[in-house]
């Protein structure tokens, strides 16, 4: 797979399915056998903004990203529980944060969305945190786990 990303411009292999323990289960194995950094984003990211006060998370965010997935010595990361990036009050385009930092390393992304119509849907469209993106406007490599 990480052979794969050297085809796009984004090095970002986003896996979706809307079973985030099936996701994680893989996504560990994954890290383990190929000796590549697992990283639970909802829990590094919560830690890093614990102490910010709720209204000023949104102006920390890319600094804190930049922490955890950019900083790290690793050229290749694993990415789970990527929730938190959809909180309406952080005010980020959560796919493009992830693309934005695969520039500069390798990154297996899980997204707990599903695939309809060539569009990965996130929540569904009454939700704060609904976003959709079209599969053919992403330039990374999308794998559907619920197929």
Not at 79 to 93: A, G, S, V
């Amino acid at each position: 797979m990480l052979g794969e990303l050297d085809k796009y411009y984004y090095k970002l292999a986003l896996i979706i399915s809307e079973n985030p323990s099936q996701t994680s289960k893989i996504l560990k194995e994954l890290s383990t056998t190929f000796g590549i950094r697992y990283i639970n984003l909802n829990l590094e990211l919560a830690n890093y903004l614990v102490e910010i006060p709720f209204s000023e998370r949104w102006l920390h965010v890319s600094k804190a990203i930049d922490e955890i997935i950019l900083k790290n010595e690793d050229q290749s990361l694993v990415i789970d529980n990527t929730d938190i990036l959809f909180e309406e009050h952080l005010k980020i385009d959560p796919v493009g944060v992830l693309k934005n930092a695969s520039k500069y390393k390798k990154l297996i992304a899980s997204l707990r969305a599903r695939i309809e119509n060539n569009y990965i849907i996130y929540a569904n469209p009454q939700a704060k945190e609904y976003k959709k993106y079209k599969i053919d406007n992403l330039e990374c490599y999308v794998i559907n786990l619920q197929e």
